[in-house]
């Protein structure tokens, strides 16, 4: 190809993620490399409201090694968007101010509906689905993006305060986690995606698709990866009642214990039996037996929006 090389970044609240491409005139892109940590940068966000020190240091630190290896790739442009942690936090502002200051680095905070929007572009492109009503799902560790897809584009999108790490630092204070900790969180989870379904009326028999860490954690699971493939991942079909043995898997097991469960990333342990609940409680809402896992989310979202944007300016050259 031999074009243009971008970086598009995701800092998430608990997983940053770089994807960097290369560019065509013809609007296609090969990956080159496709990065992702985690670093915990909303760890205790939901009890103090700030970011702290300790976990701004540790995603800075990735953040400057992701900067090197685009800068190993040649890149050329950056795109990065922060989501549920920069958007809550209230030292928001200084955090990024740094990272302009120290790495160079402009991060746009996306709101929770452009996050969504983001997410159902990723799914949109990434995804032969175009003659389906969707219910896209982004699971995040803050928060959780529900976008309702129609053919035209979205038809509606909501941001729940309700994420893997949100969930945990919340409910879930023993190891393994006790069964009434486990119901109260369920009670919170079904009483945000309740309030939801009331605002959003008969909105049954739509095609789920999952985005994120923990979708793709609980294909790898079931796939028993040791290495993580993103092709193996992407486009597969979760059952629900998949979701469920991980969510008994995940309640009988320790922390300790679950890092050694073969497709489970060992710095992800903690977290993802909120998330696994997540998944199911919305698959049982939305009355699904199955949902299908994309590897594709706001980074790819980014990348499509610039996509457009070079096509445009290219039109209005010529």
Request: glycine share 10%; with cysteine; net charge negative.
């Amino acid at each position: 190809m031999n074009g243009k090389r971008l970086a598009a970044i995701d800092i998430g609240t608990n997983t940053i993620l770089c994807l960097i491409v290369e560019l065509a005139n013809d609007g296609r892109f090969k990956v080159l490399d496709d990065l992702a940590e985690i670093t915990r940068l909303g760890e205790g966000l939901d009890r103090t409201g700030r970011i702290d020190p300790e976990a701004e240091r540790r995603s800075l630190d990735i953040l400057r090694r992701y900067l090197d290896r685009c800068s190993e790739l040649g890149v050329e442009e950056f795109v990065a968007g922060g989501t549920s942690a920069l958007r809550d936090a209230k030292n928001s502002s200084e955090v990024r101010a740094r990272l302009k200051q120290q790495l160079g680095l402009e991060v746009r905070v996306l709101s929770g509906e452009e996050e969504a929007a983001y997410s159902y572009l990723a799914v949109q492109r990434g995804l032969t689905l175009s003659d389906k009503e969707l219910l896209v799902i982004d699971i995040g560790g803050g928060s959780t993006e529900l976008i309702w897809g129609k053919e035209n584009g979205v038809y509606r999108l909501s941001s729940l305060d309700v994420g893997s790490v949100r969930l945990t630092e919340r409910f879930l204070h023993s190891d393994p986690a006790r069964g009434e900790e486990c119901e109260a969180m369920v009670q919170a989870i079904d009483r945000g995606i309740k309030n939801l379904l009331d605002q959003w009326g008969s909105c049954m028999g739509l095609t789920l698709v999952g985005i994120a860490g923990t979708f793709t954690t609980l294909a790898a699971v079931e796939k028993q990866l040791t290495d993580y493939s993103h092709s193996e991942v992407h486009g597969t079909r979760l059952a629900l009642g998949e979701v469920r043995r991980q969510i008994q898997l995940y309640r009988e097991k320790s922390i300790v214990e679950r890092k050694k469960i073969a497709g489970l990333e060992p710095k992800r342990a903690d977290v993802i039996l909120a998330g696994a609940y997540l998944i199911e409680r919305i698959m049982i809402l939305w009355r699904a037996e199955q949902v299908i896992v994309s590897d594709q989310g706001v980074r790819y979202g980014l990348l499509y929006e610039r996509l457009d944007q070079l096509k445009i300016n290219q039109l209005k050259i010529c």
